[in-house]
């Protein structure tokens, strides 16, 4: 059982910049690819970015392309997300998730996670 906890949402303006970070329980987190997902109210999860575990295959959603940033640190057991040039539709909470099965791909759909953590709320001010 991986336990992921998310930091770091918050409150901005439109146009600012918020740093999510995940954070494992397991040193097997290494061999796991890990995504971020968000779900704003009234609508369904969606996919946002997603890392394999080596770091060579990045996916991003294209409504985040160019403004967001995944990143994976082995050694400390986490993941983050950069958010750029935020936007009021940005608002949503964000939940981290690790792919135990399929650690070689960055996969987009919901199903391809077997852990996810208990979300973090970020609000793009207009």
């Known amino acids: 059982q991986v336990l992921l906890a998310e930091s770091g949402g918050g409150l901005v303006q439109a146009g600012g910049s918020l740093r999510l970070s995940c954070t494992a329980s397991?040193?097997?987190?290494?061999?796991?690819?890990m995504g971020w997902f968000r779900q704003a109210p009234g609508k369904e999860r969606e996919f946002v970015a997603a890392i394999n575990w080596r770091g060579d295959t990045i996916r991003y959603a294209d409504s985040v392309k160019g403004r967001f940033t995944i990143s994976r640190d082995v050694a400390k057991k986490t993941a983050a997300l950069q958010m750029n040039s935020l936007k009021p539709e940005d608002t949503a909470v964000y939940y981290c998730?690790?792919?135990?099965?399929?650690?070689?791909?960055?996969?987009?759909?919901?199903?391809?996670?077997?852990?996810w953590g208990q979300g973090t709320q970020v609000t793009v001010s207009s």
């Open positions: 397991e040193r097997t987190f290494g061999t796991y690819a």
């Open positions: 998730a690790a792919d135990r099965d399929s650690p070689w791909a960055a996969g987009a759909s919901d199903t391809d996670y077997e852990y």
